[in-house]
């Protein structure tokens, strides 16, 4: 899914049709408010990924400060952002990408470079939300189950991580199966894949 914030009704039209040129799916806001407010009303994140298209200069919201709000909710890798503007200078694109911006581009800008960097953009989201996933899963194994997982991906087996930890080999083996579960893995080649 991509984003587009632009208070200009005519860039709005001619990104969505481009977007649309290569397959993305996109929303569209004529100021930063109507992209916050949709943005806290969202339930989840498209799996397949999103991204925002930002206008530098608007009217109630400048692309910068949306930026640093979206940063301050620690979303700005779920959402990575793509400045456009026909305003803008050096100093202003590298401060924007210091900050954490996926790209600059001024406009006029080239379309299949801007649609190449959309799709990139939105394959670093997925990863963004897959790592995202990965460290909520691991958020619910207990203590001891983390202290298996490490001797699991060190390659030990059940009676050896029983004897390092000072546990019943039954012990490990529940241990291992709400790792597993937990982890949504069936063998320990997937979870040190999953790990990796």
């Known amino acids: 899914m991509l984003h587009i914030v ?3 009704e005519v860039i709005r039209d001619s990104l969505t049709w481009l977007a649309r040129s290569r397959a993305i799916t996109t929303s569209t806001y ?21 991204c925002v298209l ?22 700005a890798q779920r959402l990575p952002v793509i400045f456009l503007t026909g305003h803008g200078d050096v100093p202003m694109a590298v401060d ?7 790209d600059f581009f001024e406009k006029p800008f080239n379309d299949n470079k801007l649609m190449d960097r959309v799709q990139e953009a939105l394959l670093a989201s997925c990863d963004a939300g897959a790592s995202a996933e990965i460290q909520s899963r691991l958020g619910n194994l207990s203590i001891r189950e983390r202290e298996v997982l490490d001797l699991i991906l060190a390659g030990k087996m059940n009676k050896v991580i029983a004897d ?22 069936k063998t320990a080649v997937e979870l040190a894949r999953l790990l990796k």
């Open 96 to 102: 924007t990408l210091k900050r954490g911006a996926f």
């Open 30 to 50: 004529d100021n930063g408010a109507a992209f916050l407010a949709a943005l806290d009303t969202k339930k989840s994140f498209d799996p397949q990924g999103e």
């Open 6 to 8: 632009d208070d200009e």
């Open 164 to 185: 390092e930890l000072g546990i019943s080999m039954r012990t490990v083996e529940v241990h291992r199966a709400h790792i597993f579960d937990k982890m949504n893995v």
């Open 54 to 75: 930002l206008d530098v200069r608007m009217p109630d919201i400048s692309g910068p400060a949306l930026f640093d709000t979206l940063a301050t909710r620690g979303l």
